[in-house]
């Protein structure tokens, strides 16, 4: 069974950049590899996926054009690269595996998540 570990996560201002990783210790990433992030009193909400052999990518319209994903298969490796960053993005980023699409439910493998603050 796959273990995701996440990590990159940390303070920033506003209009900067964070890249976070999720390693998949144990065995490779089985499904759509995906990013979510909750807020305090909120649903989790999905962020952006990866197909692991098409390697198309998918994303919520908050953060198009600001956000890109992407995998490193030698490094059992899935990156989100955060540009552009806004306070309303400030959460905790999870990284899930073994589903598809943009529902939590649909993803058998979460990690433990990984604070994201951005001040203003």
């Known amino acids: 069974q796959a273990q995701l570990v996440e990590s990159g996560g940390g303070l920033v201002q506003a209009g900067g950049s964070l890249r976070l990783s999720c390693f998949a210790s144990?065995?490779?990433?089985?499904?759509?590899v995906g990013w979510f992030r909750q807020c305090p009193g909120k649903e989790r909400e999905f962020v952006a996926s990866?197909?692991?052999?098409?390697?198309?990518?998918y994303y919520a319209d908050s953060v198009k054009g600001r956000f890109t994903i992407s995998r490193d298969n030698a490094k059992n490796t899935v990156y989100l690269q955060m540009n552009s960053l806004k306070p309303e993005d400030t959460a905790v980023y999870f990284c899930?595996?073994?589903?598809?699409?943009?529902?939590?439910?649909?993803?058998?493998?979460w990690g433990q998540g990984t604070q994201v603050t951005v001040s203003s």
């Open positions: 899930a595996s073994g589903g598809v699409g943009t529902r939590p439910e649909s993803y058998g493998y």
């Open positions: 144990g065995r490779t990433f089985s499904g759509h």
């Open positions: 990866i197909s692991p052999t098409s390697g198309r990518t």
